[in-house]
């Protein structure tokens, strides 16, 4: 099946570094979203993109879509210790001829620390 | 209650037990989502439902068998589980099948 790249695998960083994590793959997708997930919940959605090209932020963060619709990297400003938990890409891989169903390939996610 | 809800939030059961776990979305959504979260892998998607049938089956094996009953509500029944199944199962619903899923806070599995 498809994969996506995350990297790093995880982040140690004192309260107010910026932070920059990535996902890749050899294939083309057609939307990159970015999930947080908290210990014990479940991932809640933070940017989605859908345009090669497309920056968006949202509060300190700030997402991309790679130009080459292969790479997406998400920003975060400022960091602070409520940023810590598990980042996840995920795209969507538009299947020639029809729709895919929703179906989402996920990374396997960062795990970001954060030092008071 | 808003947003997507799953219960129960934490289930042990033997090999030889049949449980249910449930979801309920409050968002107005008509598409709704099984996935497994193992420690270490990537979120692997189980089954899609988008105005109650079926449409996704990832090649799960027929010892979970999902149901929908309306666009509000999904199920999850479980029979003959295995250790390996022992997992965080989560439920996520979207308008129509959009990317933009929104998840619940999962439910813990140990298959003992």
């Known amino acids: 099946g498809q994969q996506l790249n995350q990297s790093p695998q995880s982040m140690f960083i004192q309260e107010g570094e910026d932070v920059s994590m990535n996902c890749t793959s050899s294939?083309?997708?057609?939307?990159w979203l970015w999930y947080k997930q908290d210990p014990g919940e479940g991932p809640v959605l933070l940017i989605a993109l859908y345009k090669a090209g497309e920056l968006t932020s949202n509060g300190r963060l700030t997402a991309q879509f790679g130009i080459t619709r292969k790479d997406s990297f998400l920003n975060i400003s400022a960091s602070i210790p409520s940023d810590v938990g598990i980042y996840f890409c995920?795209?969507?891989?538009?299947?020639?001829?029809?729709?895919?169903?929703?179906?989402?390939?996920f990374g396997q996610g960062t795990i970001l620390t954060v030092h008071p | 209650e808003t947003g997507v809800t799953q219960t129960p939030r934490h289930l042990v059961m033997g090999m030889t037990n049949k449980k249910s776990l449930k979801c309920e979305q409050h968002l107005g959504h008509n598409a709704m989502y099984w996935y497994k979260q193992s420690a270490k892998k990537p979120l692997e998607l189980m089954f899609v439902y988008s105005l109650e049938e079926r449409v996704e089956n990832n090649s799960v094996p027929s010892r979970f068998s999902p149901e929908c009953p309306n666009s509000s509500h999904l199920f999850l029944h479980l029979h003959t589980l295995q250790p390996e199944d022992s997992a965080l199962y989560l439920c996520?619903?979207?308008?129509?099948?959009?990317?933009?899923?929104?998840f619940g806070p999962g439910t813990r599995l140990t298959v003992t």
């Open positions: 294939s083309i997708f057609n939307t």
């Open positions: 996520a619903s979207s308008h129509g099948l959009s990317y933009e899923q929104y």
């Open positions: 995920a795209g969507q891989l538009d299947l020639a001829g029809g729709t895919s169903y929703g179906k989402l390939t």
